[in-house]
């Protein structure tokens, strides 16, 4: 871009005074938008935030027409989830997939689908579902000439990983038997393995309890925490996502690019929760995805959960407030993108 058409995303960052985009950054970052809440804006008013905000990326749960319809012309690109209960169903019937594109995709020319996500992390026996149901879906858009959304499957660092330091990442052997086939179908497809990265859960829960500084949590570690051979590690996002990266090459899938589909930091209910902090992580995560992993330079394609606070969230009073704004869509804290 001219050097006037950067100086003037600049000034309208001076003006909105909360959240801004270049556009190497806009590539990188998108928002989740869930809507766990009885108090959120309509989604016509959300895409105008979205927009009113450089956020060209968004990720649904489940489709919703009154979502769709408000995208439609909006050149925001969408990742659109398949709600886990939809899974037994879709692996074992390909006409209930095929009417499900037709319903929620075809139907909707206007908007500018990016990837279908087969599922949000599957628990138990479902997880044997997501496979078939992931090919079924890879056949009805191709049917419907639609080869060019990719089809995937968001996934937790819990429960799926295992093996320290990095490099001696490995699907865990819970996981194996499902994330071995999904991890070889997305090399033979092309499509990135979507995975939920959260800092926070690993701190707070102590996953890697190697590991219990919040200052690596936080991007903000004056130096490295964990050497791994020839590489080095100052941050604990990187370092799972390169978890993520040794599994699938552990798993013969090295080909496989991820897309982290979820991350964020909450703001209030819980250990760490904080505004300061939440700004803290978010800021420098947005800083941070534009120049990769020490496993995988370059830029990580990223989703920070979530839009807004949703009081309707079910769990912790964490999961309340992982929201960069509030319901009635003034800033939850100060982010420039």
Request: aromatic share 10%.
């Amino acid at each position: 871009m001219a050097k006037h058409g950067v100086a003037f995303i600049l000034t309208l960052a001076l003006v909105l005074g909360v959240l801004a985009v270049t556009p190497k950054v806009v590539q990188s970052i998108g928002v989740c938008y869930g809507v766990n809440g009885n108090n959120l804006p309509s989604p016509s008013d959300v895409v105008k935030l979205y927009q009113s905000k450089g956020i060209d990326s968004m990720r649904i749960y489940f489709p919703r027409s009154d979502i769709l319809q408000a995208l439609t012309g909006s050149n925001i690109a969408l990742t659109m989830g398949v709600a886990n209960e939809n899974l037994s169903a879709f692996a074992s019937d390909p006409s209930a997939v095929a009417n499900w594109v037709k319903q929620n995709v075809q139907v909707y020319p206007g908007v500018n689908f990016r990837y279908i996500a087969v599922g949000n992390e599957v628990e138990s026996g479902n997880t044997q579902n997501v496979l078939p149901a992931m090919q079924n879906m890879n056949s009805a858009l191709s049917a419907a000439g639609l080869s060019n959304i990719k089809v995937s499957v968001s996934v937790s660092q819990k429960g799926v990983l295992a093996g320290y330091p990095p490099s001696n990442g490995m699907f865990s052997p819970e996981a194996t038997s499902y994330m071995t086939p999904i991890a070889k179908y997305l090399a033979s497809t092309g499509a990135p393995l979507m995975a939920n990265v959260y800092p926070y859960f690993a701190y707070v829960g102590n996953l890697r309890a190697q590991i219990d500084d919040i200052n690596y949590a936080l991007f903000t570690s004056p130096g490295t925490v964990v050497p791994d051979g020839s590489k080095a590690y100052q941050n604990q996002f990187d370092a799972i996502v390169d978890t993520f990266y040794s599994a699938l090459e552990s798993a013969g899938a090295g080909s496989v690019p991820i897309v982290v589909s979820e991350s964020g930091w909450p703001s209030a209910g819980g250990t760490a929760a904080s505004a300061s902090n939440a700004q803290t992580y978010n800021q420098n995560l947005i800083k941070h995805v534009g120049q990769g992993t020490p496993k995988r330079p370059g830029r990580i394609e990223t989703y920070i959960f979530a839009m807004f606070n949703e009081n309707d969230k079910r769990g912790d009073e964490t999961e309340r407030h992982f929201g960069l704004f509030n319901p009635d869509q003034s800033p939850a804290y100060t982010i420039n993108f």
